[in-house]
């Protein structure tokens, strides 16, 4: 069974930094593209950051752009996102996904065949 569990989310300041994780078991990882998505209070789920198969490639939502970095460490079949700078409105349940594509389709939701089952990450004023 293909699991993916992610942790490091937690209350932080405004202007604070935290780094989730996402480790995953079950089938092998490194072919696969891997995703961030949250999802805040009141709105739909979101693309966050997105990494293709080697780590050689990442994609990132506008609004958090020179602030969050996604990395993936194929050896340890974990995939990171590096969240500094974070505001109020970062506040939401972080989601990690692996895609059915290995260097593609990042921003796609429909691409991600697995899914975590998130963390929350609050930011506080």
């Known amino acids: 069974q293909v699991q993916l569990v992610e942790s490091g989310g937690g209350l932080v300041q405004a202007g604070g930094s935290l780094r989730l994780s996402c480790a995953t078991s079950?089938?092998?990882?490194?072919?696969?593209?891997m995703g961030w998505f949250r999802q805040a209070p009141g709105k739909e789920r979101d693309f966050v950051a997105g990494i293709n198969w080697s780590g050689g490639f990442a994609q990132y939502k506008e609004s958090v752009k020179g602030r969050f970095t996604i990395s993936r460490d194929n050896s340890k079949n974990t995939v990171y996102l590096q969240m500094n700078s974070l505001k109020t409105e970062d506040t939401a349940v972080y989601y990690c996904?692996?895609?059915?594509?290995?260097?593609?389709?990042?921003?796609?939701?429909?691409?991600?065949?697995?899914w975590g089952q998130g963390t929350q990450v609050t930011v506080s004023s």
């Open positions: 996904a692996a895609s059915l594509y290995s260097d593609s389709h990042f921003t796609i939701q429909t691409a991600y065949t697995y």
């Open positions: 079950g089938r092998t990882f490194s072919s696969n593209a």
